[in-house]
Nanobody
Framework: QVQLVESGGGLVQPGGSLRLSCATS????????LAWFRQAPGKEREGVSC????????YYTDSVKGRFTISRDGAKNTVYLQMNSLQPEDTGVYYC????????????????????WGQGTQVTVSS
């Protein structure tokens, strides 16, 4: 019943922008924080951003601060990741995951604390 479906990925040039969407169903965003992770070829899955379900607080890994913005639309049960000034290092498969609680404390610790994941959407930044 619980589903998370990412979309919005694609091929962009360095400096370009994309907006990723994570459409959710089977639960309410009021009770679960959502996070974005990415996985580059040959690398481990890396936490990118998290948005708290309790108060909407947002968190980012250092490499994307000032460039990426996470947001949510409760009416649409959707979480977004606006990505600006994209760099080749941002290339990877982006996943949204349902976090264990209403706040994002510990969100970057990774997969053991997430019970559902989307299928991922590919982001490629290349000239």
């Amino acid at each position: 019943q619980v589903q998370l479906v990412e979309s919005g990925g694609g091929l962009v040039q360095p400096g370009g922008s994309l907006r990723l969407s994570c459409a959710t169903s089977g639960f309410t965003l009021s009770y679960y924080s959502l996070a974005w992770f990415r996985q580059a070829p040959g690398k481990e899955r890396e936490g990118v951003s998290c948005i708290s379900s309790s108060d909407g607080s947002t968190y980012y890994t250092d490499s994307v601060k000032g460039r990426f913005t996470i947001s949510r639309d409760g009416a649409k049960n959707t979480v977004y990741l606006q990505m600006n000034s994209l760099q080749p290092e941002d290339t990877g498969v982006y996943y949204c995951g349902r976090y264990r609680s209403t706040h994002c404390s510990g969100w970057r610790q990774g997969p053991p604390d997430y019970d559902y994941w989307g299928q991922g959407t590919q982001v490629t930044v290349s000239s």
